[in-house]
């Protein structure tokens, strides 16, 4: 007699839900014991991992970097496969060492003399919250950090840092800048970043005491040169066709908590947008957080009967924000026609934007750029130029039409990129720029002719890009997203392991990165085959 085989579907073919399938499938004796299958509700495989081309250069929709080399699974995978290194330019090849040029509004240069101290302090603040190095000031030493965030934390210390130098001067030639009021836009240029690194649309709802349990991998940061859907791909090849299918929309998960017997056949329903369902005896749900906070809003109903209380209170508290990338393309300039060679050379360009109190600020530059802090080329001398959004200037970008976008961007850069002869503040700087013009006197304007965005926020199937820890959330929370159900101790005659949960923000101490959705799909694998005695 044959026995029946457990029937496992993977709900998500992102990072998490085939790495999950990976494992499984290529366990030692699994393929007798497991019927697998990975439902994807979209068109394609990667999820959040969306590499993509436009205007014939590789570029990311989604996740972008290998944060740290050193023990990264997405390293080690790309690294065995050759995809590190590729004969065609690809994104941010150059990675973070190209020489950069910061631009107050009203187009005055800043010298590294007026930059580094304040970056200098952000980073040694943001290094304390991380827990990389103990607190040496009487700032960082005292103070009650419960329910303090990571925003308000960072204001406390540039307030510090103003006391310590016991007055305030002005900035010789920079007119309408004050010292102070430099140092708190290059500050709030340092604080706009980190909101693209941890999605949360407002650094005062980031939670500062579990900023510290957030792990790094140490070494560089880079990109991968054949793109990271490469190491997507790796992972799904062992997979045999059929295994993955793509268009099927999870609807409703049906489950059976409160079953009196353990042998009841495939306790899991998934209906499907379709219309058609299946059964299952294990399902694993490697969803964003985005979605799962949708589902389990009163008036959806994804899951039936509703996730326990524990399970639902973790989703709500938990953060989940929206980051996009902006690509533009720079035309080339009119007298020179089509001739690409002609295309101007666009500086690694770092906003620093008056703050809204200020009686300075342009008001032409649309708001939704107020809190971008780059545009520079994906790679040295590119005609294709990366800006990144957070929050609602993200959100707000995906509502935008193309000429829209290009208008803005346009507006803003001519509010920073100011002739010489318009700006007598200025310095050129090595590559022989002036705010925008070359040496010469002749005017540099920049025009853009193609606009690719990513939509991650409007996207049904994501809602947004990566979980955070919230003000009012912990670690906790993020291990309870992880439990599977039912909880024996409160369903202790129903079938074990029905609905099982990974992805980024099931992971406590790498929520966010793709090595993280790596990490939880290869946990909720060996929780099965641990279960069937398969390790």
Same mark, same amino acid.
């Given at each position: ?48 991992? %969306? ?9 990311? @929709? ?10 990264? !699974? ?51 603040? @943001? ?10 000031? %009487? ?13 308000? $934390? ?6 510090? &840092? ?9 900035? %010789? ?13 290059? $500050? ?8 693209? &690194? ?9 939670? $500062? ?95 039936? =009967? ?25 035309? !080339? ?22 703050? =809204? ?18 545009? /520079? ?53 090595? %590559? ?62 129903? !079938?074990?392991? /029905? ?37």
């Amino acid at each position: 007699m044959v026995e029946k085989k457990a029937k496992i579907v993977i709900i998500g073919a992102g990072m998490a839900g085939l790495m999950a399938a990976n494992k499984l499938y290529t366990a030692p004796g699994s393929q007798h014991l497991f019927d697998i299958s990975v439902v994807e509700g979209g068109g394609r495989i990667g999820g959040r991992i %969306n590499t993509a081309e436009f205007m014939g250069e590789r570029i990311e @929709m989604g996740a972008t970097w290998i944060h740290g080399i050193g023990g990264s !699974p997405i390293y080690e995978i790309a690294d065995r496969i050759g995809a590190l290194n590729s004969d065609q330019p690809w994104e941010c090849m150059d990675g973070y060492s190209g020489q950069s040029t910061t631009v107050a509004e009203g187009g005055v240069e800043l010298s590294p003399a007026t930059v580094d101290p304040i970056s200098t302090l952000f980073k040694n603040l @943001m290094d304390f919250a991380q827990g990389k190095i103990a607190g040496e000031s %009487n700032f960082l030493r005292r103070g009650n950090y419960d329910k303090l965030s990571v925003g308000a $934390f960072l204001r406390r210390g540039l307030e510090s &840092y103003w006391l310590s130098k016991n007055g305030v001067t002005e900035v %010789n030639g920079c007119g309408e800048w004050s010292q102070k009021a430099l140092e708190e836009a290059i $500050f709030a240029m340092y604080e706009n970043n980190q909101r693209t &690194y941890t999605s949360a649309g407002e650094l005062s709802t980031l939670d $500062f005491v579990a900023e510290s349990e957030y792990q790094m991998f140490p070494g560089e940061e880079i990109t991968i040169a054949k793109g990271y859907l490469s190491v997507i791909e790796s992972i799904a090849s062992v997979l045999p066709p059929g295994l993955v299918q793509l268009g099927k929309k999870v609807t409703k998960i049906e489950w059976n908590p409160e079953s009196e017997s353990r042998n009841i056949p495939t306790p899991v329903t998934l209906h499907f947008a379709d219309g058609s369902h299946t059964s299952a005896d294990h399902v694993i749900v490697t969803v964003s957080l985005g979605v799962l906070k949708a589902g389990t809003r009163e008036d959806s109903a994804l899951f039936n =009967p509703p996730l326990p209380s524990f399970k639902t209170e973790a989703i709500s508290r938990l953060g989940f924000g929206v980051v996009n990338k902006l690509f533009l393309r720079l035309s !080339p300039p009119t007298n020179d026609g089509d001739n690409p060679k002609s295309i101007n050379k666009f500086p690694c360009l770092n906003f620093v934007f008056h703050q =809204p109190d200020s009686e300075f600020r342009r008001k032409r530059i649309p708001w939704w750029m107020r809190k971008t802090t780059t545009l /520079q080329p994906i790679y040295q001398n590119s005609s294709i130029l990366l800006s990144w959004f957070a929050g609602e200037e993200a959100l707000q970008l995906e509502k935008l039409k193309d000429d829209e976008i290009i208008n803005g961007v346009s507006t803003t850069i001519s509010n920073f990129l100011i002739p010489r002869s318009q700006n007598e503040n200025s310095e050129s700087d090595s %590559n022989g720029w002036s705010n925008g013009q070359r040496n010469q006197n002749d005017t540099v304007e920049f025009h853009f002719s193609q606009v690719l965005k990513s939509q991650w926020g409007s996207d049904p199937l994501f809602q947004g890009s990566y979980s955070y820890v919230a003000v009012g959330s912990s670690g906790e929370d993020l291990d309870a997203m992880a439990e599977p159900l039912p909880r024996t101790e409160e369903s202790p005659k129903a !079938p074990l392991l /029905q609905i099982l949960f990974a992805g980024e923000a099931t992971h406590r101490t790498h929520y966010s990165t793709t090595h993280g959705a790596y990490f939880s799909g290869l946990r909720e694998a060996n929780r099965l085959l641990h279960h069937y005695n398969c390790i």
